[in-house]
């Protein structure tokens, strides 16, 4: 089991930053990748940025050049930096870890632009 316990989140203005954080306990060895999915109301979730455990990332094409994913191995977190935040950003954010053959959730936290 893999227990994932978020951070960060909260109301910004447009075009201002934040910065989501989550740190994974259990049995994080088998862990391929680590990333952050958001829903919005009414909306499917989809997958907004993604690190494997080599380092390397993918990114929603909305959120490119915007948005930086980072994982420190050694803590056990991954963090999401967000700059030049847009109305369209409010969702609810979720961190994911991914092993070989589940998916792991966090609880997830709200992140709302304000135009």
């Known amino acids: 089991q893999v227990q994932l316990v978020e951070s960060g989140g909260g109301l910004v203005q447009a075009g201002g930053s934040l910065r989501l954080s989550c740190a994974a306990s259990?049995?994080?060895?088998?862990?391929?990748?680590m990333g952050w999915y958001r829903q919005a109301p009414g909306k499917e979730r989809e997958l907004v940025a993604v690190?494997?455990?080599?380092?390397?990332?993918n990114y929603a094409d909305s959120v490119k050049g915007r948005f930086t994913i980072s994982r420190d191995n050694g803590k056990n977190t991954v963090t999401l930096r967000m700059n030049s935040l847009k109305p369209e950003d409010t969702a609810m954010y979720y961190c994911?870890?991914?092993?070989?053959?589940?998916?792991?959730w966090g609880q997830g936290t709200q992140v709302t632009v304000s135009s």
């Open positions: 690190i494997t455990s080599g380092g390397i990332t």
């Open positions: 994911n870890a991914a092993s070989a053959i589940r998916n792991y």
């Open positions: 259990g049995s994080i060895f088998n862990l391929r990748a």
